[in-house]
């Protein structure tokens, strides 16, 4: 076809316009296309042409953005048919100049880079467009501009992420900094700075143009705190680039250490000893904090024998502290934990006491040893208690690695020391380790029965300790975490007990306080009649040798689950069970793997919905518990605390309402990407709830009958009512802010 001269282009342009819109209004889509063609083969210069029609249609303004973009795709595909018509040199170099404005939208970005071969721009010319959309307020189209380009390295990085921070953009800031390592640190190091009391976001917000008003509670410490932590677990950072938030954390440690010792007396003197001189070591800001908080808590006469043992100089010290110093002598601090002991026949009437000899339980460090121990555990039959245990981390950094795996048979314990036995060494040139194939075996076997308690953190736990334990096949495994729960929904007995429960505070001769019973403490309470004696739950399980009352306690751990599982084996019926409640219905597996939780979680019971394990090379099943869409009346209704659901970010007002009916929710954070929803579900067999575009790509990402589209037009009433409905779930008085106690 002929070329259309310059002087009807304008005119001819409109033409096609008209001839375009009218066909997309009658959505004649193929007619569009068409009309494309026919434009740009009789265009002189079709590359300019192709930015004459995008100018017309304005994308960068308004919601519409389909026609640009099927605009943008048909010429790429005539491009590629008709090279010869492709730019170069001077010419090419002014289109990329009238290209900058457009590609700031993400539909037409890529196209149009690959179209125009920006990535093939000088970079002086790359940075000057990037530089020009930052200062006229565009910091989200310039940073994404930048990183497609590869531009972060030649841009300043605080004046680029600033914004990203104060808009909430942290999926962005991270893609920002990804695989740039001098920008992690610098980034990192530009959130530590934040992160002192003096900083003011507002006042910083007034720098850069457009940005509206950064409310306080948006861009407080936490929030940075989390954002720096996330990224020094992510790529595997220097921990000293940001120390001040390094010494808040651990201030928050100290905090918590000196409630649990002098406000809820719950904590022994060695244990919180141990857990403080761990805290501060080596970190004079920290020591000094430590003689103000024990000044706070306790009384002169502590803070001073601290002050001695960390060495600190009298004008480091409050007066007050450095005017009782010579009256004072360290070797009567060190002998404190020695006085006062504990009256043992009173603790014994009040805590379940481990039911055989002490030489029944025997401390394993090496393959040798552990040879016994698998001959006595892998027996067919057999019923095994297992627990672990690993020092506290108190919000550190990290996931904590097991210390000791407590197995318990009848009449006889095994504690394996994981920290410094040789255990995990290679007992053959194939990186095999004994008690790796040991452990795997155990829970692999039909014929032996597994018990535990909260046992998620326990498998997560063992995958950070050795990439070697990840995988276990999981059989015969009962989690007496669910049991419990059963229990207590069958007797109706709330999840905290109404009436406290008396625990010895210490040896120290503290007067005895109340607390209430949790967790496996509170099951062995309601089946065996006595509670656990969690004082040294939280102590010190890296140190060694362990002390004697540890040994005692990591044994009555593990063996008491036996003691609870005979006893609601032999009268199931008085704690409102089924004869069989231990077994799992056929056709499913054991609890698999989730998320990992601290002590105080896992000791509180409140673990997150367990998935369920499978063959494998088989696809998982949805958990049994959800019953699927359109069930028939004559489908028991479901509680709502059988009902795990996680909301999109888009939903938070129905995570809310559906949290207050008793439904277990998880919500996105807002800065969350809607793929994560499907991990999460797919993770802890959750049901997805979200609206809109992503209903489309999460529905495929997991099972039938797993995602829900809300209609975002209702408000969460009407929304609840609708997911409760379609998911047959029925909810009592009860149930309403039974989550919220």
Known sequence: MESVGTGDAGHYLSQIVSAVNIAWALKEVEQVKEHLRQFLSTADDPMTSLLDL????????????????LVTCEFQKWINDHPECQQSGLRLKKLQGRVFPLVTEGNLMDILLSIYKLEEAERSFLLGHVTHLHHTGKYKE????SIKLNLQPDLDLEQMCTPLLLLDRFNLLEAYVS???????QLLQ?????????????????????????KPDKLNVKTLSKLAFRLLETYNLDPALCSNMINQRHLGTLKYLMYKRFVEKTMTQENWADHVQNTVEGNVWLQEQCIALLCRYSDLQTAGFWALKFGMPKEMLPQSVADILKDLHFDDQLSESQKNPQDSQARKKLFYQLPIPRSKVHFLQNHTELSGCRAAILKDGQIVGVDMEWRPSF???????????????????????????????????GGRSELVTFIKDLFASSGIKKLGYGMVGDFQGLDATDARFRGLELRSVVDLCEVHKQIQRNLNRPRAPSAPVEVLADASGDDCIQQPEKGLSLLVKD??????DKTDQLSNWDRRPLREDQVIYAAADAYCLLDVFETLCHA??????KPNFYEVAKGQASPKKGIGRSPRQKESGRSPRQKESVPKNKTAEPPPKVIPPNSSPQTKALSPREFSVICDNMLQGLGRYLRCLGVDVLMLENDDDHRKAAEIARRDGRVIL?????FQTLRSQIGEGRCFAVDSSEKAREQAVRVLKHFNVGVSLADIFSRCQ
């Open 54 to 69: 995008l100018d017309h249609y304005n994308p960068t303004k308004g919601k519409g953005h389909a026609l640009p973009a």
């Open 142 to 145: 310039a940073a994404i501009l």
């Open 179 to 185: 695989g740039h390592p001098k920008l992690q640190s």
């Open 190 to 214: 530009m959130l530590d700075r934040w992160s002192d009391s003096s900083f003011n976001p507002r006042k910083l917000s007034k720098e850069y143009q457009g940005l509206p008003p950064v």
């Open 395 to 429: 919000g550190g950094l990290g996931k904590p690695n097991v210390s000791l795996i407590q197995l318990a048979v009848k009449e006889e314990v095994f504690l394996l020391d994981i920290l410094q036995g040789n255990f995990l060494q290679s007992s053959d040139p």
């Open 527 to 532: 089946v065996l009649g006595k509670p656990l």
């Open 572 to 577: 199931p019926d008085e704690f409102g069970l």
């Open 690 to 694: 979200t609206c809109g575009l992503p």
